[in-house]
């Protein structure tokens, strides 16, 4: 069998760590404050501490892992190298179903924030815009990235200034926090969604220059950059809001009209739509990479490792992703999949951490013992997801493993002959 053609290495630190911080401030930190007060109330800051320390565990696994194995696929190809076909398969499955309709809810909360009525229509419109980007290169896709994450850092200072101005009608006492240990965790899980974009980065380890550099630096620069922000969000908007905080749907949006700067309310939609444009440029991206990484594994089918044209993409796997997303968007309520995203991306990271346990050498940022600190965290935020979340996905990765051993066996079957 011949090798597979290669993608090429066009990506430097500086983009790479874009396309990862543009993934994680993607839609996901203009809305999910508001369910995550509502699960922690005041206890919202240690939620977002308590998902941080995860994501940093799995964030050093996936560089150490990426730097070992620089190639398009991400968990998908270090579970099949550290621990076998077969956690291999279940981390690239769950990445693939879970981002896949992830891409569906970015695309339809753009299409809410900026065409209300006609949101399906405008945001097929943008998953057909996006996908034809990526078609052009990947230099294309960091390129735009870059502008709208200059968008979004832009509209989230605004927001935090705002915020700071006041008024500041509920400053709780110690005495009067309202969270629990099991809401804390909850809110966690949900946070963690917002926090999951670095590992873009390293599904597109094949496409980095100098990688066993460029992609440790990357990731940890990118989540760095985004727990701060996070960080000084879960301070300000309970302050800002109080209770409001847990009922509202668009707290960022919330946070600019209660300090008097209604006027700023569209730059906050327009750094709402940025961030969900950014957010799913990395994801469709992310989701055709590791797809190529399966179909070169014939874990799905084998066209979709496909690479060509002038620019040296996966345009098989990029065109098979988008009509998937669209068809999502036509026949489904894609609205309710962010604790679904969450369940199938903390399995993705479980095995990204059992896999950089068991490498035979461990740089000094990445100690075996975080690598079993950060196992053990997403196994726990995984089951502290809503129980309709966690059944959901269970179903979707339960399917996706006996499609596959059926599949084995047929191909055996065939082997053998009559």
């Given at each position: 069998?011949s090798?597979?053609?290669q993608l090429?290495?066009?990506?430097?630190?500086?983009?790479a760590?874009?396309?990862?911080?543009?993934?994680?401030?993607?839609?996901?930190?203009?809305?999910?404050?508001?369910?995550?007060?509502?699960l922690?109330?005041?206890?919202?800051?240690?939620?977002?501490?308590?998902?941080?320390?995860?994501?940093?565990?799995?964030?050093v696994?996936?560089?150490?892992?990426?730097?070992?194995?620089?190639?398009?696929?991400?968990t998908?190809?270090?579970?099949?190298?550290?621990?076998?076909?077969?956690?291999?398969?279940l981390?690239g499955?769950?990445f693939?179903?879970?981002?896949?309709?992830?891409?569906?809810?970015?695309?339809?909360?753009?299409?809410?924030?900026?065409?209300?009525g006609?949101?399906?229509?405008?945001?097929?419109?943008?998953?057909v815009?996006?996908?034809?980007?990526?078609?052009?290169?990947?230099?294309r896709?960091?390129?735009?990235?870059?502008?709208l994450?200059c968008?979004?850092l832009?509209?989230?200072?605004?927001?935090?200034?705002?915020?700071?101005?006041?008024?500041h009608?509920?400053?709780p006492?110690?005495?009067?926090?309202s969270?629990?240990?099991?809401?804390?965790?909850?809110?966690?899980?949900?946070?963690?969604?917002?926090?999951?974009?670095?590992?873009?980065?390293?599904?597109?380890?094949?496409?980095?220059?100098?990688?066993e550099?460029?992609?440790?630096?990357?990731?940890?620069?990118?989540?760095?950059?985004?727990?701060?922000?996070?960080?000084?969000?879960?301070?300000?908007?309970?302050?800002?809001?109080?209770?409001?905080?847990?009922?509202?749907?668009?707290?960022?949006?919330?946070a600019?009209?209660?300090?008097?700067?209604?006027?700023?309310?569209?730059?906050?939609?327009?750094?709402?739509?940025?961030?969900?444009?950014?957010?799913?440029?990395?994801?469709?991206?992310?989701?055709?990479?590791?797809?190529?990484?399966?179909?070169?594994?014939?874990?799905?089918?084998?066209?979709?490792?496909?690479?060509?044209?002038?620019?040296?993409?996966?345009?098989?796997?990029e065109?098979?992703?988008?009509?998937?997303?669209?068809?999502?968007?036509?026949t489904?309520?894609?609205?309710?999949?962010?604790?679904?995203?969450?369940?199938?991306v903390?399995?993705?990271?479980?095995?990204?951490?059992?896999?950089?346990?068991?490498?035979?050498t461990?740089?000094?940022?990445?100690?075996?013992?975080?690598?079993?600190?950060?196992?053990?965290?997403?196994?726990?935020?995984?089951?502290?997801?809503?129980?309709?979340?966690?059944?959901?996905?269970?179903?979707?990765?339960?399917?996706?493993?006996?499609?596959?051993?059926?599949?084995?066996?047929?191909?055996?079957g065939?082997?053998?002959?009559?």
């Amino acid at each position: 069998m011949s090798e597979p053609q290669q993608l090429e290495r066009r990506l430097g630190t500086f983009d790479a760590t874009a396309i990862g911080l543009g993934s994680m401030l993607g839609a996901g930190v203009f809305v999910v404050f508001a369910p995550a007060a509502a699960l922690a109330g005041n206890l919202l800051v240690l939620s977002v501490v308590v998902a941080g320390v995860v994501a940093y565990c799995n964030a050093v696994a996936s560089a150490a892992l990426a730097a070992r194995y620089p190639t398009s696929g991400g968990t998908y190809v270090y579970g099949r190298n550290q621990l076998g076909e077969w956690p291999g398969f279940l981390a690239g499955w769950g990445f693939v179903t879970g981002k896949t309709a992830s891409c569906a809810a970015m695309a339809l909360t753009f299409g809410s924030y900026v065409a209300g009525g006609y949101a399906v229509p405008v945001a097929v419109a943008a998953v057909v815009a996006l996908t034809g980007v990526n078609l052009l290169g990947i230099t294309r896709t960091a390129l735009l990235t870059r502008i709208l994450l200059c968008v979004v850092l832009a509209t989230l200072a605004f927001v935090a200034a705002a915020a700071l101005a006041g008024p500041h009608p509920a400053v709780p006492s110690a005495g009067t926090l309202s969270g629990s240990a099991g809401g804390v965790l909850s809110a966690a899980g949900l946070v963690f969604f917002a926090f999951a974009g670095y590992a873009r980065i390293a599904t597109l380890g094949e496409e980095v220059r100098n990688p066993e550099r460029a992609i440790p630096r990357a990731i940890l620069a990118a989540l760095a950059a985004a727990f701060a922000i996070y960080l000084m969000l879960a301070l300000v908007l309970p302050a800002h809001l109080g209770a409001q905080l847990a009922a509202t749907r668009t707290p960022l949006l919330d946070a600019v009209r209660e300090s008097g700067l209604a006027a700023g309310a569209p730059l906050v939609q327009t750094g709402a739509a940025a961030a969900c444009l950014g957010a799913l440029l990395a994801l469709i991206t992310g989701v055709g990479r590791t797809t190529l990484a399966m179909a070169r594994e014939r874990d799905l089918p084998g066209p979709l490792a496909r690479v060509g044209g002038s620019h040296t993409v996966p345009f098989v796997a990029e065109l098979a992703v988008a009509a998937v997303v669209i068809l999502l968007l036509l026949t489904t309520d894609v609205m309710t999949v962010v604790g679904f995203s969450s369940f199938g991306v903390l399995v993705y990271y479980a095995v990204a951490n059992a896999s950089a346990f068991t490498l035979a050498t461990h740089p000094g940022y990445a100690p075996r013992w975080l690598n079993a600190l950060g196992f053990v965290g997403c196994v726990v935020l995984a089951f502290t997801l809503p129980a309709a979340s966690v059944l959901a996905m269970a179903a979707v990765l339960a399917a996706g493993l006996a499609g596959r051993w059926l599949v084995l066996r047929f191909r055996q079957g065939k082997a053998a002959g009559p």
